[in-house]
């Protein structure tokens, strides 16, 4: 299942039932799951870890060096889980020593054409990132999160689960659960229902969302009296806890 037209450095580790097409090149120190496809032309470079049934289009660039002018070298890593799909031309980029040397991605994702995902970057599980989405380095992406097509998001932010970041976003801080920006630059619009109903939320759940929405965006609020109004509705609908954690731990600031 390896093409003979295949170059693969002798240290890397392929599971027995790994497809290797034609043309791609395998570097040093990679490590490929069982059940995993690489198209025609991909390179995959290492230190670089990638599990079980994913697949890797033409031309992608995977595991290579950081876009960093501080990277000097280092054998920093990328770790890629199970299930994911990269398009093609999709990079993505190990860590940088000073990010803590890691770029790590969960499982599940989908990774259009064009996708660029940049040093140290953290990213969950059932991701969507459309065709040309960017994340700059040191961003932090939680489950669920859907990125439309040509979505920039600038280095240090995070993008909160469940949340919708509309075609042509640019983000330059964080990007709240459950809810839906557009714009350049970004805006808050709204709960993001259709999502959520397509993650079977609850009607009841999707009713104390809109309201904790309307309690951090439409009541004039300042963030800290919005978060203390929001604890109140804790012991009625759990993800209100989300958000106020999400809240506290930013660092960049809300889009608000």
């Known amino acids: 299942m390896i093409s003979d037209k295949a170059i693969i ?11 290797i097409s034609p043309y791609t090149v395998i570097g040093k120190d990679v490590e490929i799951g069982e059940g995993t496809w690489v198209g025609p032309h991909a390179v995959i470079n290492g230190p670089t870890k990638i599990g079980a049934n994913n697949r890797i289009y033409q ?42 040397g890691l770029t790590k991605i969960g499982n599940d994702n989908l ?8 040093h140290d970057c953290i990213v969950g599980n059932n991701t969507t990132f459309s065709n040309n989405a960017s994340l700059a380095g040191h961003v932090t992406v939680d489950d669920f999160a859907n990125l439309g097509g040509f979505v920039g998001v600038h280095q240090f932010c995070n993008i909160g689960s469940y949340c919708f970041c509309a075609g042509g976003s640019m983000i330059v801080k964080d990007v709240l659960p459950f809810i839906t920006v557009s714009g350049n630059l970004a805006q808050a619009y709204g709960l993001n229902v259709e999502g959520l109903k397509r993650r079977q939320f609850t009607a009841e759940i999707i009713t104390h969302l809109k309201r904790a929405y309307k309690i951090l965006y439409r009541q004039g609020l300042t963030l800290e009296e919005a978060v203390h109004k929001l604890e109140g509705m804790i012991p009625d609908c759990n993800q209100v806890q989300v958000l106020i954690e999400f809240i506290k731990k930013s660092t960049r600031g809300i889009i608000r």
């Open 9 to 19: 450095d002798k240290s890397a580790k392929i599971a027995a039932n790994v497809e």
């Open 59 to 100: 031309f992608a660039s995977i595991g290579e060096a950081p876009q960093d002018k501080k990277y000097a070298g280092e054998p920093t890593r990328l770790e890629i889980g199970d299930n994911n799909t990269f398009r093609e031309c999709s990079t993505v980029s190990r860590g940088t020593k000073p990010g803590g």
């Open 111 to 118: 990774f259009m054409a064009y996708v660029h995902i940049a």
